[in-house]
């Protein structure tokens, strides 16, 4: 009988690490009946098979000076547009996260800006690679 990939422990600790990045492997080995170091060579395990693929930080935009919070849905306009557009958005800072979609428009972009000004400027950028929507957050609920 073969091994599964991943077992329950697996999760917990997938879960425990979700809930908080920086928690020792001590404190998860705790919650899920392991000592630190097994639950350490889970982790390197899960990284290694790219499960794991990084760890992050949730941060305050607002804190920062970065309070214009926006949605933009961008419509390339040519099959051509793509590979300009993709490294533009590349070198672009106050694009957070861009995602590729079916459905209305080609991308999904979601950025953080300083000022509406900074929102106008990558607004007439994007008109390079095609047209665009923007939708902007008025408060985050979740």
Request: glycine share 8%; aromatic share 10%; charged share 20%.
């Given at each position: 009988?073969?091994?599964?990939?991943?077992?329950?422990?697996?999760?917990?600790?997938?879960?425990?690490?979700?809930?908080?990045?920086?928690?020792?492997?001590?404190?998860?080995?705790?919650?899920?009946?392991?000592?630190?170091?097994?639950?350490?060579a889970?982790?390197r395990?899960?990284?290694?098979?790219g499960?794991?693929?990084?760890?992050?930080?949730?941060?305050?935009?607002?804190?920062?000076?970065?309070?214009?919070?926006?949605?933009?849905?961008?419509?390339?306009?040519?099959?051509?547009?793509?590979?300009?557009?993709?490294?533009?958005?590349a070198?672009?800072?106050?694009?957070?996260?861009?995602?590729?979609?079916?459905?209305?428009?080609?991308?999904?972009?979601?950025?953080?800006?300083?000022?509406?000004?900074?929102?106008?400027?990558?607004?007439?950028?994007?008109?390079?690679?095609?047209?665009?929507?923007?939708?902007?957050?008025?408060?985050?609920?979740?």
């Amino acid at each position: 009988m073969q091994t599964p990939l991943f077992d329950d422990i697996d999760y917990r600790i997938l879960r425990c690490l979700l809930q908080d990045a920086k928690q020792s492997f001590k404190k998860i080995g705790q919650q899920v009946h392991l000592t630190g170091q097994a639950v350490g060579a889970r982790v390197r395990r899960l990284e290694d098979l790219g499960v794991i693929r990084g760890y992050t930080v949730n941060w305050d935009p607002d804190k920062l000076g970065l309070p214009v919070h926006a949605f933009i849905v961008v419509f390339v306009n040519s099959n051509s547009a793509h590979s300009a557009f993709l490294a533009y958005i590349a070198g672009s800072e106050p694009v957070q996260e861009a995602h590729r979609v079916s459905g209305e428009g080609c991308y999904w972009l979601r950025v953080r800006l300083a000022a509406s000004t900074d929102l106008n400027v990558l607004l007439d950028e994007l008109l390079a690679f095609g047209n665009y929507k923007v939708s902007l957050s008025i408060g985050q609920v979740k």
